[in-house]
């Protein structure tokens, strides 16, 4: 193997590392209230340009924050005809579903897009 393969391998790994950070660090807000939403933005805008293909997880990771506020606003205001209760128990369960599920496919190289997520940053 040569310096050239080495280095390929070297920045293959360390964006699936990133990347696999990048989308657990979502579940951040179960232990810090509003962490779930800063730290993988900081953590997206620090490392995007210093790792190549990251930018493409961070995009993703950010418009399915986006999705989460946009859809936990919409189930908060149906809570006054009682649909919205299960509807943000529902999203609450996926808020943290998905965000494992991507790490999973990051780790395997994979740029895993959301379900149900609003492509607004593209």
Not at 13 to 33: C, D, F, I, K, M
Not at 74 to 89: E, N, Q, R, W
Request: charge should be neutral.
């Amino acid at each position: 193997m040569n310096n050239l393969d080495t280095d390929n391998l070297h920045a293959d790994a360390n964006l699936r590392e990133w990347a696999t950070y990048l989308h657990l660090s979502q579940l951040a807000g179960l232990l810090v209230p509003g962490a779930g939403y800063i730290v993988p933005i900081v953590l997206w805008q620090t490392k995007k340009d210093e790792i190549p293909g990251l930018d493409a997880h961070g995009k993703m990771v950010v418009n399915w924050i986006i999705s989460t506020l946009i859809y936990g606003a919409v189930g908060a205001l149906l809570c006054i005809v009682l649909i919205g209760i299960p509807l943000l128990m529902a999203l609450g369960l996926i808020s943290i579903i998905f965000p494992i599920v991507g790490a999973v496919k990051a780790r395997d190289g994979v740029l895993w897009s959301y379900p149900l997520c609003l492509k607004l940053i593209s």
